[in-house]
């Protein structure tokens, strides 16, 4: 799942919640910007290693239709590659970007998202993999999260948000042969997307099509329930399902603290409200996000495996402060790269790049960095 980075002289660039669909009313419209972005870190990078990093939600499966086949989150294997191919034929620019990445040598880490997870799917990295022209060695998926020790751990984040939680993440999710199962509010998101794509429709067919995706969001919440609750068995199945270079009892720890659970349930859906989360033992409000990533730090430091640095997404909210409980250490997001903004105070950039170096004998640095 992951793998030390490489010395001497070394680049990580992450991004994330891109959005990637399939054109028309797509999420997505800064393709010019990411090439060029992509093609400033390239330049950067001579004589150096370079991992760009797609952290989560890279390509949104529910915002992608097919014709003919009605609109849903829980993503078919078959209906998963026709819509990646559909999404890479609609961001020429993005996908020739991917390839020079690979072409000059360098690797490329995508982390599944809430809305990406059928990147986990065999046939879609395949498909992946072919069309940017690269192998495993070159694209690499990660399930859940990336570790480089002493240097940065990184995930999307919705194991830390509850109703896009992935309950069997990493013991036995994504299945191979059948339908994705997905989380409640992958069908939230895919109510919205079905209202953009049919602003004509009348209200009686989208109330028969949401209708349709209420039994998905029912079965949804079911399973996080489900799955909250067979915590020994879950434990004993991520052990062995999630190999990384973090001790198997730090990858068990993280699942611990993201748990969904009736009080964190609550609190999560306050904090997703007013965008504000209490610390335990703190007494300070931060966002929710930083808030997950203090509660990582803590498990890594108990297991002796703590880093400078903790990158998360799904936020859609770019912004580099350090942790509350510990100011050595810092939570970075790059924001999103899509249309889908929130309004935070403060005005925070939008999305931007978040750029880690490291240098054989120094301590690595990190920066927020605007798009090129």
């Not at 299945?175 to 509010?185: E, H, K, S, T, Y």
């Not at 808030?291 to 912004?319: I, K, M, N, R, S």
């Amino acid at each position: 799942m992951t793998e030390p980075a490489r010395s001497p002289g070394e680049t990580i660039a992450v991004v994330a919640d891109l959005h990637l669909a399939g054109g028309g009313d797509d999420p997505f419209t800064e393709d010019g910007r990411f090439a060029a972005t992509v093609d400033g870190l390239l330049s950067a990078a001579s004589g150096r290693r370079l991992r760009l990093v797609l952290l989560g939600d890279t390509v949104d499966f529910p915002a992608v239709g097919l014709e003919g086949r009605r609109v849903t989150p829980a993503t078919h294997p078959g209906d998963a590659v026709d819509k990646l191919h559909r999404v890479l034929a609609a961001h020429p620019a993005v996908l020739d970007a991917l390839r020079r990445v690979v072409r000059a040598g360098h690797r490329i880490d995508a982390v599944a998202g809430n809305h990406d997870m059928e990147l986990m799917l065999p046939d879609v990295q395949s498909c992946l993999r072919d069309a940017v022209g690269g192998g495993p060695d070159d694209v690499a998926v990660h399930p859940w999260m990336l570790y480089v020790p002493g240097v940065v751990y990184a995930e999307h984040g919705q194991q830390h948000h509850d109703v896009n939680r992935f309950p069997e993440l990493g013991a036995g999710c994504p299945p191979v042969d059948r339908r994705l199962r997905v989380p409640a509010g992958s069908y939230v998101d895919a109510l919205a997307h079905l209202r953009r794509r049919q602003p004509d429709a009348s209200a009686p067919a989208l109330l028969a099509q949401a209708a349709r995706m209420g039994l998905g969001l029912a079965g949804g919440l079911v399973r996080l329930s489900r799955g909250e609750r067979h915590r020994e068995h879950r434990e004993r199945r991520l052990a062995t399902a999630l190999p990384a270079a973090l001790p198997p009892a730090a990858v068990l720890g993280i699942d611990r603290v993201a748990a969904a659970t009736p009080s964190s349930i609550a609190r999560r859906a306050a904090a997703m409200a007013t965008a504000r989360l209490r610390v335990p033992g703190a007494g300070t409000p931060v966002p929710y996000m930083q808030a997950a990533a203090q509660a990582v730090h803590h498990v890594l430091d108990a297991e002796g495996c703590a880093v400078p640095f903790y990158v998360f997404g799904h936020t859609h909210v770019a912004v580099d402060v350090p942790l509350v409980e510990t100011p050595t250490a810092r939570y970075l997001n790059p924001g999103t790269w899509s249309s889908m903004t929130r309004r935070v105070p403060g005005g925070a950039r939008r999305f931007g790049v978040v750029v880690i170096e490291r240098e054989p004998g120094e301590p690595p640095r990190a920066e927020l960095r605007g798009p090129t």
